[in-house]
């Protein structure tokens, strides 16, 4: 069942009719709840948590099937866009990279970062969050992690932006703009590691770990290494960007809820993790039944040869997985899949959890008390990434830094 173009998440239907909704859960809940899958513009769309957990570990399917090309760049994004024993070859490489002993290490850092970031606005009163805060606190760290320049951080975020969230009302016109971006990406890596592998001082950043790596006996070539470099540049500076925005919106709307956490921060890892469940973030990703028929029972078979959207975040509120999924309940224990599951489980999660519970933690710590500024509205997009792209709040002001 060859598709003839090709579907795209950011102009599907599905996706467009949740686009700007401020809580589109209700609608990914009805869905898990009343429709186990369904076939649109002749991709099946999957909504409830057992079937997706079947295909992300099913053998025969795939994650891209070789397609790759998907975000502006031709060749294909290393892990996401490879699969079989060659995704497993470069799991191990990068996962060692990003385990959680190696990110544990940075919890000083980025906690410094946080708290410098808030002193900046604590005493206005007000704050855009967003770009104030959830921008710049992943993307620094980020950035500092990777060796890349901190100061080329607005070149960075227009290509991410560029390739996330592409300009274009058709797919022609928003696969010419990413390319456009993407282009521009490449080119400033390419100069970038001729630079980093004249260097002579030793550095332990990941871009001078996989600039002395070796993949069965072979050091890496520039093109993989940009294909590395590429996919991070937007799975790490977009997706902590959105979680933390939409987590801090949360707690603007459940003052009650907040003050939970403030009197006892214990409780702050298990409520980043439900508030992440009931967000979801990342919305949904694309796999393919490329090698034979996936039967996942009680009738639903995937046919060879079809493309299959299952959507995380509907599988987060599918109240055959969970108990009353629409209540954010942080006792709860949730084996959610904000990070997919199977082959190509999040090779960042460690990190993005790391960011953060601190993020919550210090702004905690510093403004208790915040809630929507009057007379404003958030902004939500839910195209690709979930994210609060205009966050503002007010608080009482205070000077002086430091909780
Ligand atoms: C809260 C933040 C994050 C969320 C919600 C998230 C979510 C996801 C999801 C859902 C996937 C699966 C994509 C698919 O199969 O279509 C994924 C894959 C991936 N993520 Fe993340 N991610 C986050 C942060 C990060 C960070 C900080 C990095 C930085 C290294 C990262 C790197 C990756 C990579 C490299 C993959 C591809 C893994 C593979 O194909 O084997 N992510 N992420």
Not at 247 to 265: C, N, S
Not at 311 to 328: G, Q, S
Not at 345 to 362: D, F, N, P, Q, T
Request: aromatic share 8%.
């Amino acid at each position: 069942m060859e598709q003839l173009t090709r579907f795209d998440p950011r102009i599907a239907p599905f996706s467009q009719s949740v686009k700007a909704m401020a809580n589109p859960q209700a609608v990914y809940y009805d869905k898990a709840k009343n429709v186990r899958a369904e076939r649109i513009e002749g991709v099946v769309h999957l909504y409830r948590m057992a079937d997706i957990v079947a295909i992300n570990r099913h053998p025969a399917v795939t994650g891209t099937g070789g397609r790759g090309g998907s975000f502006g760049n031709d060749g294909a994004l290393i892990p996401l866009e490879i699969d079989g024993s060659e995704h497993k070859k470069w799991r191990r490489l990068l996962d060692p990279m990003f385990a959680p002993k190696q990110i544990a290490r940075l919890e000083d850092s980025v906690r410094t970062l946080a708290a410098e970031l808030i002193d900046k606005f604590a005493a206005t009163g007000r704050a855009d969050l967003a770009k104030q805060f959830c921008l710049p606190l992943p993307c620094l760290t980020f950035l500092r992690l990777l060796g890349a320049p901190v100061k080329d951080l607005d070149f960075f975020l227009e290509f991410k932006d560029g390739v996330i969230h592409p300009q274009g009302e058709t797919l022609e016109e928003m696969n010419a703009n990413m390319a456009v971006a993407g282009g521009k990406l490449l080119e400033y890596f390419a100069n970038f590691l001729a630079t980093r592998r004249a260097e002579t001082e030793p550095a332990d950043d990941i871009i001078a770990q996989l600039l002395h790596s070796e993949v069965e006996g072979e050091p890496l070539t520039d093109l993989e290494l940009l294909n590395i470099l590429f996919l991070f540049m937007f799975a790490g500076l977009d997706t902590v960007t959105s979680s933390m925005s939409c987590t801090f919106a949360w707690l603007a709307q459940h003052p009650e809820e907040r003050r939970r956490l403030v009197e006892d921060k214990s409780l702050i890892p298990a409520a980043v993790e439900e508030i992440m469940r009931f967000e979801s973030p990342v919305p949904g990703g694309m796999r393919y039944a490329d090698q034979e028929d996936i039967d996942l029972g009680d009738g639903l078979v995937i046919n060879k040869g079809e493309a299959m959207y299952p959507l995380w975040a509907a599988a987060n509120v599918d109240p055959n997985a969970f108990d009353d999924p629409m209540t954010v309940n942080f006792g709860r224990r949730a084996n959610h899949i904000v990070f997919a599951s199977g082959l190509h489980r999040c090779l960042g999660s460690h990190l993005a959890r790391l960011e953060m519970r601190l993020a919550v933690e210090e702004l905690l710590a510093r403004i208790p008390e915040y809630s929507i500024a009057d007379g404003e509205e958030l902004v939500y997009d839910n195209i690709s990434v979930r994210n609060v792209t205009y966050l503002p709040i007010a608080f009482e002001p205070h000077n002086g830094a430091s909780a």
